[in-house]
């Protein structure tokens, strides 16, 4: 079975060396040998094997019927939605790893596949190497899922395990995430939550079968969480992580990307440094979690090779995947309901009161002037109102 493989960045250049290490074994599972035909970069790679299948234009490939699967890893919408849009309209399955791609043009591409009998899989567009797109589609088909809520962004969760074991500020563990490679010269995408909104849209398309639009969603980073956020966790044994969350309620579903208060018995709580994990709520299967590496070379590329191995193994075959392009409108982010973590400045006490009732009030070690306390449960619009009449408010943080 003929590839060819579309970046050799990063997950590019990990899915040839899956495909190399591990030889044997896929061709057991593939039940055929997939042999790298061409590898699609801008740049040439003197002294890797790989420059002898390197072509810097798309054409061959998408013109040679011995191809039969592109693997697209390059990221970005476009030129990428073009490739693919074309592999697949050629008769070629594509893999991909571009949440990006998939959280924009998942469902249009789809529809491309199953009319021309080919496969889309992105397995490796939403949390690295931790098999979640699969079981949403075949294997947890008997549930209505109610929620899914996720740490899907490793970057965040790595700065945020660190301010919280060492008490570090924001700036100082962004630049030690940068030098370590976890976090980009440029981590707005990351920091400001957008990694974890499109994943979240994409897992929430699936289990609703219908276009969830990544725009709709409210999203928060972590860049206005402090090292006196996590003094407050501290005192009341909770962890702070950035979650995106899809639940059922009332009839309508919300979702939204925050920084949360996560208790010390909640299954994310003990998920650190730069793993992923999304639990996963079914009516009849009650709560599951998948864990693991959410990002990273080899992992990520071994859900794309994975992809590739089912792509040959269902040649001929559409996989079924249920994601109309119907676009699914969200419940009112101003209707979401949660209890909500409030620092507020000291004299403010029978304000507080006033507004939100007989409230645990929560000192933390070392943190002077203020104090903190957890309201209720109650909607954002209620909460905002109450808060737009709060003297000395300082930040609130949701509770999950």
């Not at 599951?288 to 859900?303: D, R």
Request: glycine content about 8%.
């Amino acid at each position: 079975m003929n590839i060819a493989v579309l970046g050799y960045g990063t997950v590019g250049s990990g899915v040839v060396e899956v495909l190399t290490t591990n030889r044997e074994t896929i061709t057991k599972r593939a039940g055929e040998s997939i042999d790298v035909k061409y590898v699609l970069d801008l740049r040439d790679f003197p002294g890797d094997p790989i420059q002898e299948k390197i072509v810097h234009d798309y054409q061959p490939i998408l013109n040679d019927p011995d191809v039969k699967i592109v693997v697209e890893v390059m990221g970005g919408v476009e030129p990428a939605y073009t490739f693919v849009k074309k592999a697949l309209q050629a008769g070629k399955s594509v893999a991909t790893s571009n949440k990006e791609l998939v959280a924009k043009r998942g469902a249009e591409l789809l529809a491309i596949a199953n009319e021309k009998n080919v496969n889309f899989l992105f397995e490796a567009s939403v949390g690295g190497g931790i098999p979640i797109i699969r079981p949403l589609n075949q294997s947890l088909t008997a549930d209505e899922i109610d929620e899914i809520t996720g740490i899907l962004n490793g970057t965040t969760n790595y700065m945020l395990t660190k301010m919280d074991t060492e008490g570090a500020d924001y700036d100082a563990v962004l630049k030690e995430a940068q030098n370590k490679g976890y976090a980009e010269r440029h981590p707005e995408a990351d920091v400001e939550g957008y990694d974890a909104c499109r994943k979240i849209a994409i897992l929430t398309s699936l289990a609703c079968g219908k276009q969830v639009d990544y725009e709709d969603i409210h999203t928060e980073g972590i860049t206005h969480i402090t090292e006196t956020d996590f003094k407050y966790a501290k005192a009341m044994h909770m962890g702070i992580k950035l979650l995106g969350t899809s639940r059922r309620e009332e009839g309508g579903l919300f979702a939204l990307v925050a920084p949360m208060m996560v208790a010390e018995d909640h299954p994310l709580y003990s998920v650190n440094d730069v793993f992923n994990a999304i639990l996963v709520k079914g009516n009849a299967l009650g709560d599951v979690m998948f864990y693991g590496k959410g990002a990273g070379k080899l992992p990520t590329a071994s859900a794309v090779v994975s992809d590739v191995v089912d792509a040959v193994k269902h040649m001929g075959t559409h996989i079924m995947t249920i994601w109309q392009p119907q676009k699914l409108k969200l419940s009112d982010y101003e209707c979401y309901q949660s209890r909500f973590f409030v620092r507020v400045k000291n004299g403010t006490e029978d304000q507080v009161k006033d507004l939100f009732g007989d409230v645990d009030i929560c000192h933390a070690e070392g943190v002077k002037d203020e104090y903190g306390f957890v309201t209720e449960p109650m909607t954002v619009k209620t909460f905002e109102e109450k808060k737009s009449q709060l003297d000395g408010f300082i930040a609130r943080i949701f509770m999950n």
